[in-house]
């Protein structure tokens, strides 16, 4: 077995519309298709992936860690999408790791977990 890339995360969240929204909202990800499940909850889709799974308030208790710091995607569009935040007023640092080009975003969702935001090539000179 080889593992290829990452399928998804899951996150718990106090309010499952407020993290529909930033996500769909500010990261710019697709509210798409998810099973029936017998809880609430969301799969928001990064192009045909559905990369994010949302487990509304009172959804099944007996899996996760809470062990998470921080998940990242790759983008393209820093001014774009920093420009977006800045609309919406969702408070964001940025850095750029020395000796790289890859400006980083950083950002909280609604209920705390960091959101890294990578920009291969677009740091500042």
């Known amino acids: 077995m080889t593992v290829r890339s990452l399928d998804h995360y899951t996150i718990r969240t106090a309010d499952l519309e407020a993290s529909v929204a930033f996500y769909v909202d500010a990261l710019g990800l697709r509210h798409g298709e998810r099973p029936a499940f017998t809880f609430p909850g969301a799969w928001l889709y990064c192009g045909d992936s559905p990369t994010v799974h949302l487990i509304g308030g009172n959804g099944p208790k ?64």
């Open 62 to 125: 007996d899996a996760g860690s809470g062990a998470i710091d921080h998940v990242a995607f790759r983008a393209g569009g820093l001014a774009e999408f920093t420009g977006r935040l800045r609309r919406l007023g969702i408070p964001f640092d940025e850095r750029t790791p020395p000796g790289t080009r890859t400006r980083q975003v950083f950002v909280k969702d609604p209920d705390g977990l960091t959101v890294e935001v990578n920009f291969p090539g677009e740091a500042p000179a």
